[in-house]
């Protein structure tokens, strides 16, 4: 099946450093990404939905200045952590879907843990 | 709001038990879910979905029944394996929209 990777899988970083999450789709070209983030033993929290070329969309409470969003190719899409304090620690996780954007057509990365200090 | 709970792990059986995880739902209309299976190091997968009620997904000797009555999307398997551990989650989209709710997954170890 399709394949969707992150980089990096895991940083560390201090309190106040951006942090930069990459998310591929590396065999078909992913009109819409999606970002979500994981707490501990908690569900998937969707923080927003990038269409290439376009302005990212972002759910209500996630602060877009905060968060930043790129998708600026079919294949890429990025997710800055700006000025990370430690409430931002988390796992992160993208999806991606095909130009059909059917919901059983979207890929999953294997996540990214974020630990900052 | 939307939203999806389901049972939570971890969960530990041996080979070949019988396997429930529970998952309801909450969801105005008529919503599509998913079970999504995590293995270690790897990223959701789609397991099985149901687009409408009293459909039945299968896949890899899962299955669950869209159970609108009960708001419910029980995941089933007669017999497990080891290679069935892993994290599952239970999931739906709006029938408006394409995005996820996800419920909080549940840990399944299976052991020899």
């Known amino acids: 099946g399709a394949v969707v990777s992150q980089h990096p899988s895991r940083v560390i970083c201090k309190s106040g450093t951006s942090v930069k999450i990459e998310c591929r789709s590396l065999?078909?070209?992913?009109?819409?990404m999606f970002w979500y983030r994981q707490f501990p033993k908690q569900s998937l929290m969707l923080m927003a939905t990038?269409?290439?070329?376009?302005?990212?969309?972002?759910e209500q409470g996630v602060e877009k200045d905060k968060f930043l969003i790129n998708h600026a190719s079919l294949t890429l899409s990025t997710l800055t952590v700006t000025s990370a304090h430690p409430e931002d620690s988390s796992f992160y996780i993208c999806?991606?879907?095909?130009?059909?954007?059917?919901?059983?057509?979207?890929?999953f990365g294997p996540g990214t843990r974020l630990t900052v200090l | 709001g939307d939203s999806v709970t389901q049972m939570e792990g971890p969960v530990t059986l041996s080979e070949e038990a019988f396997l429930t995880i529970n998952c309801t739902y909450t969801?105005?209309?008529?919503?599509?879910l998913f079970w999504y299976v995590q293995y270690p190091g790897e990223g959701l997968q789609l397991l099985l979905k149901?687009?409408?009620?009293?459909d039945k997904g299968s896949n890899k000797g899962f299955e669950a029944t869209y159970r609108k009555e009960t708001t419910s999307f029980h995941l089933e398997k007669g017999s497990v394996q080891v290679s069935d551990s892993a994290v599952y989650f239970c999931?739906?989209?709006?029938?408006?929209?394409?995005?996820?709710?996800f419920g909080t997954g549940t840990s399944l170890t299976v052991i020899p």
């Open positions: 990038s269409n290439e070329g376009s302005k990212a969309t972002y």
């Open positions: 149901a687009t409408k009620a009293d």
């Open positions: 969801a105005t209309g008529y919503p599509s």
């Open positions: 999806s991606a879907s095909d130009r059909g954007g059917n919901t059983d057509t979207q890929y």
């Open positions: 999931a739906l989209t709006p029938n408006t929209g394409n995005q996820f709710y």
């Open positions: 065999d078909f070209q992913a009109t819409t």
